[in-house]
T-cell receptor
Framework: NAGVTQTPKFQVLKTGQSMTLQCAQD?????MSWYRQDPGMGLRLIHY???????DQGEVPNGYNVSRSTTEDFPLRLLSAAPSQTSVYFCASSRPQGYNSPLHFGNGTRLTVT | DAKTTQPPSMDCAEGRAANLPCNHS???????VYWYRQIHSQGPQYIIHGLKNNETNEMASLIITEDRKSSTLILPHATLRDTAVYYC??????????????FGSGTKLNVKP
């Protein structure tokens, strides 16, 4: 049981480039979300999804797009990378809120934008 | 607005109990308290959660005050591998039908030999 898998582990982009961070979970969780973690700060919610075909914005959605075509996958797209997007990105999944279930996190993607 | 307040760092001797405090004075009646830890910038790892009652599992115990304004995570016999950043989190409603986990800056626990 792999849990939440994120790829790549590390990525370096130049300003203006685009890329997709991949996230997959094998726990059949309906809820998935993306967080970013900056030094000295907690995790901030970027986008989330409560099921296939449904996505919504979190606290810091600008510059990012998401889609949820399957229950398992929740990719995060950077449209035009900026140095301010240098961060560690975590994908997380959970059962719906009525289950009071914890978030399960992947091991993150470390992104540097130069 | 992280909704929780934790000391930035704490030390603990190996083999002793580690007691990590957390203040969440603005918590609402239906908001749960969760604890996670993060080792070497890996993904946060779930430890325990609770609403009103004290909770215990194989990793830790969670003590929540009667007024629910604060809680304490207890690692009964800390080991060097417990050195990590520990996050006290309040799970709140965000938008329609979604719960957001508010992560603050956490407490860096240093377990020393």
């Amino acid at each position: 049981n792999a849990g939440v898998t994120q790829t790549p582990k590390f990525q370096v982009l130049k300003t203006g480039q685009s890329m997709t961070l991949q996230c997959a979970q094998d726990m059949n969780h309906e809820y998935m979300s993306w967080y970013r973690q900056d030094p000295g700060m907690g995790l901030r919610l970027i986008h989330y999804s409560v099921g296939a075909g449904i996505t919504d914005q979190g606290e810091v959605p600008n510059g990012y797009n998401v889609s949820r075509s399957t229950t398992e996958d929740f990719p995060l797209r950077l449209l035009s990378a900026a140095p301010s997007q240098t961060s560690v990105y975590f994908c997380a999944s959970s059962r719906p809120q009525g289950y009071n279930s914890p978030l399960h996190f992947g091991n993150g993607t470390r992104l540097t934008v130069t | 607005d992280a909704k929780t307040t934790q000391p930035p760092s704490m030390d603990c001797a190996e083999g002793r109990a580690a007691n990590l405090p957390c203040n969440h004075s603005t918590i609402s009646g239906n908001e749960y308290v969760y604890w996670y830890r993060q080792i070497h910038s890996q993904g946060p790892q779930y430890i325990i959660h609770g609403l009103k009652n004290n909770e215990t599992n194989e990793m830790a115990s969670l003590i929540i005050t009667e007024d629910r304004k604060s809680s304490t995570l207890i690692l009964p016999h800390a080991t060097l591998r417990d050195t990590a950043v520990y996050y006290c989190i309040v799970r709140v409603e965000f938008g329609d039908n979604f719960n957001k986990f508010y992560f603050g800056s956490g407490t860096k626990l240093n377990v020393k030999p």
